[in-house]
């Protein structure tokens, strides 16, 4: 296993704050649990259709993509330009 400086996960004053408190939830009130909870779906929700749409944009420069467009439909046809 690795250290925290190896993976970079460190403040300021080189200390890690991953995993070092659990949250006590109890304390917060219901309608900002709630605001918080909505706040996180909604990012999921963003990141979601980001990583959809990167996929697409992958999918058009997979190597199969690039040779379709630099083979030519039929043998008359002038390359695609560059």
């Given amino acids: 296993m690795g250290t925290r400086r190896e993976f970079g996960f460190t403040d300021v004053d080189g200390r890690s704050r991953l995993g070092m408190k659990d949250i006590d939830w109890s304390v ?11 706040g996180m779906q909604l990012q999921a929700e963003w990141l979601h259709v980001v990583a959809a749409r990167s996929d697409r944009y992958v999918a058009r420069w997979s190597p199969a993509s ?3 467009i630099r083979s030519p439909a039929s043998p008359s046809s002038p390359p695609p330009p560059r």
């Avoid at 917060?28 to 909505?38: F, G, H, K, M, S």
């Fill in 66 to 68: 690039r040779d379709a």
């Fill in 28 to 38: 917060v009130p219901e309608a900002l649990r709630t605001l918080i909870l909505d």
